[in-house]
């Protein structure tokens, strides 16, 4: 892993492309370079700030910390610390310039329809070139939320309809697992910072929402662990008494998941360092309800309101 130093200092990146990178609001990066002096960004002559990839590297530094419970004070003591000494923090990931996304020849449900084509004809390279095919044109969230997610609806549903048989949903299902499995051991792995395990309540065997979640998470950074579908809760605490994860998410789809979590909130609370539960699925997407009666954090219908609502909390504690 390398030194916070090693990378790019050229100013080339404004405050809203920071946030969108780190996750930290421009009123906060303000009031830390006031009060700490931790960044001296480039300052154009209209005002606006302009920040280089090193700056980007040690507010990651920063903020996974923060989120593991430290104070942004000793955080910076432990920083003025290592530069007394001439030496620097090391990075948390692996400098990756964003690849240029070019112009879709085509809208994304169109690419969930020509993957659902694939997928039901058993043509796994076909399936997997379209699969690469859309990265090119759209980033890792948009190809879940509206080329995965909605092709899978399709075969859910011509399975409901009889038009597909259980055979076809299921070896569909197994494609796509192995593209998001190459993609999560593709990502650097964080070790660092607040740790958010991941996967299915018990008895939920479906688990393409949770490792999509999973994936964006690993993505955006964060110490994460996928630990796949059907988690006792016994297990669960068992395993929180050893790893102490600050939020536990799980998927729920279905009302046995649901019930059998009715008290699991309950039991973190009494673990050392009470970690949080948190929840999502298609349940709640269809019983608005039952978001009241199961204790713990409902994150949002979306991968994106997902990852919206873990951050506020790491961040600020709330949702």
Same mark, same amino acid.
């Given at each position: *892993?390398?030194?916070?130093?090693?990378?790019?200092?050229? @100013?080339?990146?404004?405050?809203?492309?920071?946030? +969108?990178r780190? %996750?930290? #609001?421009?009123?906060?990066?303000?009031?830390?370079?006031?009060?700490?002096?931790?960044?001296?960004?480039v300052?154009?002559?209209?005002?606006?700030?302009?920040?280089?990839?090193?700056?980007?590297?040690?507010?990651?530094?920063v903020?996974r910390?923060?989120?593991?419970?430290?104070s942004?004070?000793?955080v910076?003591?432990?920083?003025?610390?290592?530069?007394? #000494?001439?030496?620097?923090?090391?990075?948390?990931q692996?400098?990756?310039?964003? =690849?240029p996304?070019k112009?879709?020849?085509?809208?994304?449900? +169109?690419?969930a329809?020509?993957?659902? %084509?694939?997928l039901v004809? +058993?043509?796994?390279?076909?399936?997997?070139?379209?699969?690469?095919?859309s990265?090119?044109?759209?980033?890792?969230?948009?190809?879940?939320?509206?080329?995965?997610?909605?092709?899978?609806?399709?075969?859910?549903?011509?399975w409901?309809?009889g038009?597909? @048989?259980?055979?076809?949903?299921h *070896?569909?299902?197994?494609?796509?697992k192995?593209?998001l499995?190459?993609? *999560?051991?593709?990502l650097p792995?964080i070790?660092e910072?607040?740790?958010?395990?991941?996967? %299915?309540? @018990?008895?939920?065997m479906y688990?393409m929402d949770a490792?999509?979640?999973?994936?964006?998470?690993?993505?955006?950074?964060? +110490?994460?662990e996928?630990?796949?579908p059907?988690?006792?809760?016994?297990?669960?605490?068992?395993?929180? =008494?050893i790893?102490?994860?600050k939020?536990?998410?799980?998927?729920?789809?279905?009302?046995p998941?649901?019930f059998?979590?009715?008290?699991?909130? #309950?039991?973190?609370?009494a &673990?050392?360092?009470?970690? #949080?539960?948190a929840?999502?699925?298609?349940?709640?997407?269809?019983?608005?309800d039952?978001?009241?009666?199961?204790?713990?954090?409902y994150?949002?219908?979306?991968? =994106?309101t997902?990852?919206?609502? &873990?951050?506020?909390?790491?961040?600020?504690?709330?949702?």
């Amino acid at each position: *892993m390398s030194q916070i130093d090693s990378y790019p200092t050229e @100013p080339e990146f404004t405050i809203k492309a920071v946030q +969108h990178r780190t %996750g930290i #609001k421009p009123v906060t990066l303000r009031a830390w370079e006031r009060r700490y002096s931790l960044l001296e960004p480039v300052r154009l002559p209209n005002g606006y700030r302009l920040y280089s990839e090193r700056d980007i590297q040690l507010l990651l530094w920063v903020q996974r910390r923060v989120d593991s419970g430290i104070s942004i004070s000793q955080v910076v003591q432990q920083y003025n610390q290592i530069r007394e #000494k001439g030496a620097w923090p090391e990075s948390i990931q692996t400098y990756s310039p964003a =690849k240029p996304r070019k112009q879709p020849p085509r809208p994304a449900r +169109h690419y969930a329809e020509i993957m659902f %084509g694939a997928l039901v004809a +058993h043509n796994e390279v076909r399936a997997a070139a379209i699969f690469e095919e859309s990265q090119i044109y759209f980033d890792l969230l948009t190809i879940f939320q509206e080329i995965i997610q909605p092709a899978l609806a399709l075969l859910e549903e011509s399975w409901y309809l009889g038009d597909i @048989p259980i055979a076809t949903r299921h *070896m569909a299902t197994v494609v796509l697992k192995g593209r998001l499995s190459g993609i *999560m051991q593709g990502l650097p792995t964080i070790k660092e910072g607040a740790l958010i395990l991941v996967g %299915g309540g @018990p008895e939920e065997m479906y688990e393409m929402d949770a490792m999509m979640l999973s994936v964006l998470l690993r993505q955006s950074n964060y +110490h994460v662990e996928y630990l796949g579908p059907d988690l006792p809760t016994e297990d669960l605490i068992d395993y929180s =008494k050893i790893a102490r994860p600050k939020l536990i998410c799980l998927a729920v789809n279905s009302e046995p998941t649901s019930f059998l979590l009715r008290n699991f909130s #309950k039991q973190l609370s009494a &673990i050392r360092g009470k970690p #949080k539960f948190a929840y999502f699925g298609r349940y709640f997407e269809q019983n608005n309800d039952n978001e009241e009666a199961l204790p713990g954090v409902y994150l949002g219908s979306s991968l =994106k309101t997902n990852l919206e609502s &873990i951050r506020r909390y790491l961040t600020m504690g709330v949702v």
